[in-house]
C-alpha cells in the first residue's frame, strides 16, 4: 500500500510535544526521509539495543555450536517480544507514564525501589559490557580502547545531555544501520537455505545440558528489562496521543521482528562459517569475528566488527537513558533527555555517572568480562519475572488502562509469555549459580 505522505507529515508534526516545525519546501528524498524517520522510533530502538555485545556473544555461539539448529526458537522468542513490546508502547501512551512510575503508583514505593535497585545494578553491568564493546570492535581495527572508548563516551553524553529528544532519537535510529552488516555476512557465508527453512519449522531438540543452556541464555539475551523499561518512558517522552496508538503498537512489533532477523542472520552466518568449519567454542563477539577470519576471510571480519561497534554504541547509549528514566520515576523526580543539569538534576546525574563509571572500568586492561556478564546474567536473570510480571497486570488493568486494556487472546499470550520466560530465565539464575 503506498504511504500517503502528507497524512504521515501531519502525524510527524504532532508525534511529540518537543518537536520543531518542518520546512515547508522539501525535496521528493527528504520528504521520503522524513517520513520513513516519523514511522520509526522507540520499538526500533529498544529491541536494536538487546542486539549488544553479550547479545551477539550469545548468537555467535548459538550458530557455531549447533549451526541452524536453534533458528526454530528465534520464531517463539519474537513472538513473545512482539507482546511485551506491544504493551509496553501500549502503557506508554495510554497513561503518558513510565513502567516505573506506575509500579510506585500500583504498587508502593518498597517495590519500585526494590525494582529500581536490580536495574541499577544489572544495567550498570550491562553497560560496562557495551563499552568494552565498543573498545573490541575498534581494536579489531588495531585502534587502542584506552583512545576510542573515552572518545564514545563524550560523544554519547553530548547526544543524551545536549541535545534534544527528537536528535538523539535520529541517531540512535542511525545507529541501526550497521545492523546490516549481519545479514550481508550470512549472505556472503552461502549458507545452505533449504537447511535453514527446515531449522525453522522442523526444531531438532536435544537433551543435553549445554543445549538448555544456550536455548535459555539466547531467550534471556533477547527479552530484557531495560528493553521495556526504555521503550515505555521514551514513547511517554515522545508526546504520543491516544490516536495514534495503533501506529505506535506497529511500530514496537515491527522493532522487535527486525532485531531478531538480525539475531537470526548472526546464527546463520556463524552457523555457515564456524560450525561447518568444526569452530564450536565462541566465548565472546570479537571470538567469532576473528574465527571468521581463516573460514571466510576479512571481509566476514570487518562486518562482524561494524556490527559489533554499532551494536554497542546504541545500547551503550540506551542503558543509562533507561536507568535514569527508571530512577527518577521511581524517586519522583524531573526527567527528560536534553533536559539541563538544574532542570533534572538526578536524571543527568545518573546519565553522567553511568557513562563515566563503564568508561573507567572498560580502559581497564585484561578486565575479566565473561567473569563480569555471568553476574549481571543472574540480576537479569532475577529481575526479568518481576519486570514481565508488572507489565502483564498494570496492561490488563482496566483501572489503569481503561478500554485499552489487554484482554482474551493477547492477554492469555501474554500471560503464558510471562511465564515460560520467566521460568527460562530462572533456569538460567540456577544453572549459572549452581551449576544445576
Known amino acids: 500500500m503506498a504511504v500517503q505522505v502528507p497524512s504521515v507529515m501531519r502525524r510527524i508534526r504532532s508525534a ?3 518537536r520543531a516545525r518542518l520546512p515547508a519546501r522539501l525535496s521528493p528524498a527528504k520528504v521520503r526521509l522524513v517520513a520513513l524517520l516519523g514511522l520509526l522510533g522507540p520499538g526500533l530502538i529498544a529491541a536494536n539495543a538487546g542486539n549488544d555485545a553479550g547479545g551477539i556473544a550469545t ?12 533458528l526454530w526458537l528465534m520464531v517463539l522468542i519474537t513472538i513473545s517480544l512482539v507482546i511485551v513490546q506491544r504493551l509496553a508502547a501500549r502503557m506508554g501512551v495510554v497513561t503518558g507514564k513510565g513502567l516505573a512510575e506506575l509500579v510506585r503508583e500500583e504498587y508502593g514505593i518498597r517495590w519500585s525501589v526494590l525494582a529500581t535497585t536490580a536495574v541499577v545494578v544489572a544495567n550498570m553491568g550491562i553497560c560496562i559490557s557495551d563499552f568494552v564493546g565498543i573498545g573490541a570492535a575498534l581494536g579489531l581495527a588495531g585502534i587502542p580502547a584506552q583512545l576510542t572508548v573515552p572518545i564514545a563516551a563524550v560523544g554519547i553524553w553530548l547526544i543524551i545531555v545536549r541535545g534534544s ?8 535510529i542511525w545507529l541501526t544501520l550497521p545492523f546490516f552488516a549481519y545479514p550481508i555476512a550470512a549472505i556472503l557465508a552461502h549458507p545452505d537455505w533449504g537447511e535453514v527453512g527446515k531449522a525453522i519449522v522442523a ?66 552466518a556463524t552457523g555457515a562459517t564456524l560450525y561447518t568449519h568444526g569452530i564450536h567454542n565462541i566465548s565472546s563477539a570479537t571470538d567469532a569475528a576473528k574465527a571468521l577470519v581463516p573460514v571466510a576471510g576479512r571481509y566476514a571480519e570487518a562486518l562482524f566488527g561494524i556490527g559489533l561497534l554499532g551494536a554497542s554504541l546504541l545500547a551503550a547509549a540506551i542503558l543509562p537513558i533507561a536507568t535514569s ?18 532542570e533534572a538534576p538526578v536524571f543527568v546525574g545518573v546519565i553522567t555517572a553511568m557513562i563515566l563509571i563503564a568508561t573507567m572500568v572498560a580502559v581497564i586492561p585484561g578486565l575479566p568480562v565473561i567473569d563480569l556478564l555471568v553476574g549481571v546474567q543472574v540480576v537479569n536473570g532475577l529481575l526479568l519475572p518481576i519486570n514481565l510480571f508488572f507489565i502483564w497486570r498494570l496492561s490488563r488493568s482496566r483501572r489503569v488502562m481503561g478500554e485499552h486494556r489487554s484482554a482474551g487472546l493477547l492477554d ?7 511465564v515460560v520466560t520467566s521460568a527460562l530465565s530462572l533456569i538460567l539464575v540456577g544453572v549459572t549459580v549452581g551449576g544445576l
Not at 548468537?59 to 536453534?70: E, M, P, R
Not at 505506535?248 to 538480525?262: H, L, P, Y
Not at 527518577?328 to 543539569?341: A, Q, V
Open 412 to 418: 492469555g499470550a501474554a500471560a503464558v509469555t510471562v
Open 203 to 268: 526444531p531438532h531438540i536435544q537433551g543435553n545440558s549445554t543445549y538448555l543452556l544456550l536455548v535459555v541464555a539466547t531467550a534471556g539475551t533477547t527479552i530484557t528489562p531495560y528493553m521495556q523499561l526504555y521503550l515505555q518512558s521514551a514513547v511517554v517522552e515522545r508526546g504520543v496521543r491516544e490516536e495514534d496508538l495503533a501506529h505506535e503498537e506497529r511500530e514496537a512489533m515491527s522493532g522487535a521482528i527486525f532485531a531478531n532477523v538480525i539475531a537470526g542472520f548472526i546464527i546463520i
Open 325 to 342: 528514566y527508571v530512577v527518577s520515576e521511581s524517586l519522583g523526580y524531573e526527567k527528560g533527555i536534553g533536559r539541563r543539569r538544574e
Open 16 to 18: 511529540s510535544r518537543g
Open 59 to 70: 548468537y555467535s555461539s548459538v550458530g557455531a555450536k549447533y549451526g541452524y539448529g536453534l
Open 165 to 172: 529528544y527528537r536528535s538523539a532519537e535520529k541517531v540512535f
